[in-house]
């Protein structure tokens, strides 16, 4: 898995593990939650800002040490974060029985727990990311091969500052089914000239699979191995909004319902 001292993120939606400072080795020395801005949670659990959650306040300082990001939506993060947080009655997780065993520290069997998640529908179809902010917490986690592992900070940009790609820009012909593509209803690969419909490219990957949801594929034009979280990314830049717009509503996207029971 690829290791990067980095990582700029838009439309940011996070899961993210802390660690008590002094309190490490117990599970109430873990606190797991939801944010879209990782360098202003922190601060607000550490309370420098206003904000943070009141069950933190007795046990800071607090360090964040692990985020799982690249969240289809906002639900889907808010749904994997309550499975995390109560694996035992989660629908998701009711194959697995979970029992912090005496040697364990909080943070292990947290990090045992998310290790199971990834590995299971619907999260193991999602592109996540696992990223350590903290390299000195690293563990070996092995979720699945799409899923990369990073290390380092996360610097979070607003969707106004992405690249935004025109239809001059793009090949506005299926590559598929040969009839018009247009921002709203195609998709490219990460080669510009190539270009599909959704569902055209959707149909194509889905193929003698039993999926709902394409994971990875073949470009049909290029031939170019690549992962449909890319792709949808790329879409989602090309449909940001211009810098000023309201990005304050309550999001919806294709993938929720396939979360929807997750809880």
Known sequence: NEYKS?????????????????????????????????????????RFKLGGAKQTAKLAPWEMILVIHNFPSNIAA????????????????KSFTFVKHHNESGVEYQLRILEKMLNVVPWKKFPLIVQWVKAEYQKPLSPPIHIPIVCGPIEKIDNEFGQLLSDSEMNNMCNLCKSPTDIPTGVNCVHKHCSFHLTCLSENWLKNTSD??????????????????DMIRLKKISLSKPRGTSSNRRSNHWTDQLTQDAS
Request: one cysteine or more; aromatic letters at 12%; a positive charge.
């Open 212 to 229: 709902l949801v394409p994971v990875s594929g073949s470009c049909p034009n290029c031939k170019n191995e690549q992962l449909w979280g």
């Open 6 to 46: 980095y990582l700029r993120m838009s439309d940011f939606h996070g899961v993210y593990l802390l660690c008590s400072v002094n309190h490490s080795n117990s599970l109430k020395g873990t606190y797991i939650g939801y944010t879209v801005s990782p360098s202003r949670r922190i601060l607000q659990h550490n």
């Open 78 to 93: 808010l749904r994997f974060e309550w499975a995390w947080q109560h694996p035992k009655i989660s629908t998701r997780l």
